[in-house]
Structures are given as C-alpha cells and as structure tokens.
C-alpha cells in the first residue's frame, strides 16, 4: 500500500513550482517532452512520460499500466483494474446516461442565470460562479435535499483539497480530514439510500439502485463508493474548465464577441480551452510487467506520471499547438483521459461548461480581469485552475 508522503512527494515535480509556471505550466511541459520524453526522476521516485504517443498508449493499455493503488478504503471505479472495473462501469453506465445528463439542460442553465443575475457588475468568477455551479448540478442529480447542499459543499471541498502539493505533514492531516468527511458522506449516502430503498425518485440514486445486469446489481457499498467518487472527480474538475475559458476570454477578448456572434461555436470553443488549459494535467499508473516506452525500459512496480498537459501540446499531434483556435478540429485531446477509464463525466462536463458560457455571453459584456489583483493558482502539479478570478463586465 502506498504511504501517503510517498505519494505527496510524487506529485510535487521541482520545475512546477515558480510562480510562473503555476499560473502557466505547458512552457515548462513543452520543454520537458522536447529535452527528456520520457524519464525518471530520482526525487519523486517516479517516471514522467510526455509525447502525445507514449501517454496514449499508456492509457490504452490496462494490462500493462495499472489503476490499481492497493487502497483497501474506498475502493472505486478510477482505481480498479479489468474485470472488475468493466463489471462496475458498466453498471454505472446504465444510471449515468447521455440522455439522463442531456435531461439536465433546462436546470442547468436556471442555475447559471440565477448565480450570474446574483454578481453585480463585479464578481470572482470562481466563488460566485465557477465553484456553486457544478456542486448545486451534482446533488440535484444525485437528490440531495436542499436543506443539507451547504453540508454537501463543505464535504465535496475537503475531497479536493488534497489536490494540492503540500509538505508531508500537512499532506497527512488533510488525509485524516478527508478519512472523516468519506466516514460523514457515508453515513449521510447511506441515510439516503435507505429513504430511496422504500420510496424511489427520479434521481441518479434510485437509478444506481435499479441497475441490473444479467442478474448482477450494484451493492450498497458501491453506491455509497460511487456518489463520492463523483463529488471528487466532478465538482473541481468543472469549476476548474469555466474558470479556464473565463480566463481565455479575458486573455483573448475579441473571443467574447466572435462566440457571443456566434454562439453555435461554444462546444469547439470548449473543446479547444480542454486541450489548451485541461483542469487534470497528469494522470498515474503503475507498470504491471517490465515495458518499454519510448526507448526507457519501465519496470514492474514502477510509477508512471502521464502528462496529458504535454501532450495535448505536442506538435507532432497538433498543428499551432500553443495557439488557441476555437474551431480546432479534429481535436483528440486526452484532458479527459483515454481507454477504459475515459472520463464518465465528460457528457456531463461538456454540458455545463457549454450552458455556463452561453448563458455568461447572453448576460456580460466586456468581461475584464480587475487590474491589480493577485491571481492564486491551485498549488497543485496534478489540477490546472485557479482559486480567485476577479472580472468586471457589463451587463
Ligand atoms: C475519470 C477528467 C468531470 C466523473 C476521469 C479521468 C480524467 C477526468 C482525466 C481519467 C482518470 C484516469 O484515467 O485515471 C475530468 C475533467 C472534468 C471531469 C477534466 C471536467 C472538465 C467529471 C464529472 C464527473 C466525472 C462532472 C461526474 C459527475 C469521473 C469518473 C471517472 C472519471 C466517475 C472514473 C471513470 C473510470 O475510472 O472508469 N475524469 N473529469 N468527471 N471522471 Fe472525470
């Protein structure tokens, strides 16, 4: 099992930390894949794969990278390996459907038009609209009374923070948080599950719960696993694509007025901020046998960083790969992974980032970043976003 300093060290990469490669890492990534694609660094312990070819075709391959992290706790979906994972996704995927999250899109916008006529002509993008935006979606689906969304919010907070790079001991105590508040949300699915096994809803828990393949249901357990996997990996990760386009607006204002012209657009627009500034810029596995990548013989056992934030950029996959261009296509970017753990999230993920700037465009002009604010990058080498996006804009 891994030691959580172990795996705090492995995520902090030295090049990433100056405050410039915070705020912009792909400078720094870019070089790294051009001067050593693929290596091992002697301090996080760990291999760094960057070339769009060689991450590609270390997600593809389960059998030889594996998910698998050992952790008895919690077992879920992003850390299992074949057949078990086939057998849980499938069944999940039965519940989380396209059309079930197409379903969604009338309340989502409600709920971006509500925080958006809340800001006054001033607002940080990510407190008053990127952060409640994907939390407030996540329950509704899921049927969180309302009553309890402010519990919720607190509880899916201290599941990310640990996305941080942090010191060892500071690393430690956010793990026992985190231990406590997967005991809380526990308890409280549980409650919920019990509520639904008597008098079933319309919402993603009945459905977890009716999921039936040949036979085979989701138990209990897994339910419970599954809801809080999707406030970990749902909720920042989202927060994360709106603050970045809000950011590419801003970088590039003359954007606001070609898709606000054009709003038809947005989903290539999305697309393009996804591969530009993916909100998960790494992704791990481990060796299961030795392998060979890109010339380096990986053992088995041995950690593997795949850095999607490099690739996305490699110029043997994309033309102008450091330009932004709304309407890249084709765009194959790997900001939501590849292979059997593609994102589950993505139809979901795309959704919201789509209603989120439509539905800003029709609202705010001339959006513009405060001059003179400190902008805070999440201290992470794992998520790309940032925690404060101060704007002002006309309405
Ligand atoms: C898996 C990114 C939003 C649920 C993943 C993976 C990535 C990713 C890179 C693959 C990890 C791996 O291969 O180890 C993102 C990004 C998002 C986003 C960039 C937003 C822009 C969401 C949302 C949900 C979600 C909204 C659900 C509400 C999941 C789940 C998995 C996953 C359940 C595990 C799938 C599996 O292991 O089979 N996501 N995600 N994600 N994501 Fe997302």
């Avoid at 030295?14 to 720094?28: I, M, N």
């Avoid at 607190?154 to 026992?176: K, P, R, T």
């Avoid at 709106?242 to 607006?249: G, H, Q, V, W, Y």
């Amino acid at each position: 099992m891994m030691k959580g300093s172990k795996f705090a060290n492995m995520l902090r990469m030295t090049e990433l930390e100056t405050p410039e490669s915070r705020l912009d890492p792909f400078g720094v990534l870019s070089q790294l894949r051009r001067e050593s694609p693929v290596r091992f660094d002697e301090n996080r312990n760990c291999w760094d794969v960057f070339p769009y070819e060689d991450v590609h075709r270390i997600l593809k391959d389960p059998k030889m990278f594996s998910s698998a992290r050992g952790a008895a706790a919690n077992q879920n979906l992003l850390f299992m390996d074949p057949p078990k994972h086939h057998q849980l996704r499938d069944l999940v995927n039965k519940a989380f459907t396209p059309r079930a999250i197409q379903e969604l899109a009338p309340r989502i916008r409600d709920i971006a038009e509500d925080l958006l006529s809340q800001a006054g002509a001033e607002m940080d993008v990510v407190h008053d609209f990127a952060a409640p935006l994907p939390v407030i979606v996540i329950s509704e689906l899921l049927g969180v009374p309302s009553s309890d969304r402010h519990h919720f919010k607190q509880w899916s907070d201290v599941l990310v923070e640990s996305a941080e790079d942090l010191s060892d001991e500071a690393f430690e105590q956010i793990m026992q948080k985190r231990m406590k508040t997967v005991g809380e949300l526990t308890d409280y699915f549980q409650g919920i599950l019990k509520e639904r096994a008597s008098e079933p809803k319309d919402d993603l828990v009945s459905a977890l719960m009716q999921a039936e393949i040949e036979g085979e249901k989701l138990s209990e357990q897994e339910i419970v696993n599954f809801c809080i996997l999707l406030l970990a990996a749902g909720n920042e990760t989202t927060t994360n694509l709106i603050t970045n386009s809000f950011r590419i607006l801003t970088e590039q204002p003359q954007l606001q007025v070609e898709l606000a012209q054009d709003p038809g657009v947005i989903p290539t627009f999305i697309e393009e901020v996804l591969r530009y500034y993916p909100p998960i810029v790494s992704i791990g596995r481990v060796a299961s046998e030795d392998v060979q990548i890109g010339g380096s013989l990986i053992r088995k056992g041995d950690q593997v960083i795949t850095w999607v934030g490099a690739a996305n950029r490699d110029e043997s996959k994309f033309t102008d790969p450091d330009a932004f261009h709304k309407l890249r296509k084709p765009n194959p970017h790997m900001s939501f992974g590849f292979g059997i753990h593609f994102c589950l999230g993505a139809p979901l993920a795309r959704l919201e980032g789509h209603i989120a700037i439509e539905t800003l465009l029709q609202f705010c002009h001339d959006i513009k970043l405060v001059p003179g604010r400190e902008i805070v990058p999440i201290q992470s080498s794992f998520v790309f976003g940032l925690k404060n996006y101060p704007v002002t804009f006309e309405s």
